[in-house]
């Protein structure tokens, strides 16, 4: 059977879910006319992808409280980040995209592109991915859930990561310290410097506002970011001591 067939039959399998809240093996294998044994590997696949549970003789969707995304809409200035963000992912690049509300905008923008690779912590990110067209490769940290950042975090999560290495990191912040780099208002820190550690590229996504704004946990100091992109509203003197810091600073702006 091809890929594409069996990335449909996986597709089916979790609009099943969704619907239901639990499928069996055995209804599956003969909804796709297809062997109780191939039915145990989509399941074991999408479980693997963080995308159901199984149980025996089947499988349940996830429980709601690690998979409701939160319902704050993407704001203008997010999509302009992101839109500008999917212009530095070239085809068959190998890439991370950490959770977060500006970071998760970036997903729809990767349609057009071909054989990618896509770590993420996040299931409302991985859920997404796994629902493109072009179907990249998605990969998954695992680890502990964590309801503040609503993402795994960890120790196992981070000796995943340091068994792969990629191209770029797409990461958020809750503020930028002019003097030091990102913050943020969770005090685990480590798994964003793990990503940091094994991407050869480091990008942070992150709205004008948020720039100057004091929040205690330092996440990444400047030597370990290379791009930074915000939106066009940032006064001069703000920009000149960004670039002073040795940071790619790219203010995007809508297109009209």
Known sequence: MSKRNTQQRR???IAELNINGEVSVDSLAKQFDI??????KDLASLENSGLLLR??????????????????????????IAKYAATLIRDHNRIIIDSGQTTSALVCELE????????TNALSIANEIHALENEPTLLMTGGT?????E?????????????????QLFIGADGIDIDRGTTTFNELTGLSRVMAEVAREVIVMVESDKIAKKIPNLELGWQQIHT???????????????VAQGVNLICAKAVN
């Open 112 to 119: 057009s592109k071909k054989g990618l690779v896509v770590m």
């Open 151 to 167: 993402a795994f975090q960890g120790q196992v999560a981070e000796q995943v990561l340091r068994s792969y290495d990629f191209d």
């Open 35 to 40: 062997s109780e044994v191939s039915i145990r």
């Open 11 to 13: 597709h089916s399998i």
């Open 145 to 149: 859930w964590d309801a503040n950042s």
């Open 228 to 242: 930074l992109i915000t939106d066009d509203d940032l006064s001069e003197s703000v920009r000149t001591q960004l």
């Open 55 to 80: 149980r025996y003789g089947g499988a349940i969707a996830l429980p709601s409280e690690i998979t409701e995304p939160k319902t704050e809409k993407l704001s203008k200035q997010k999509k302009i």
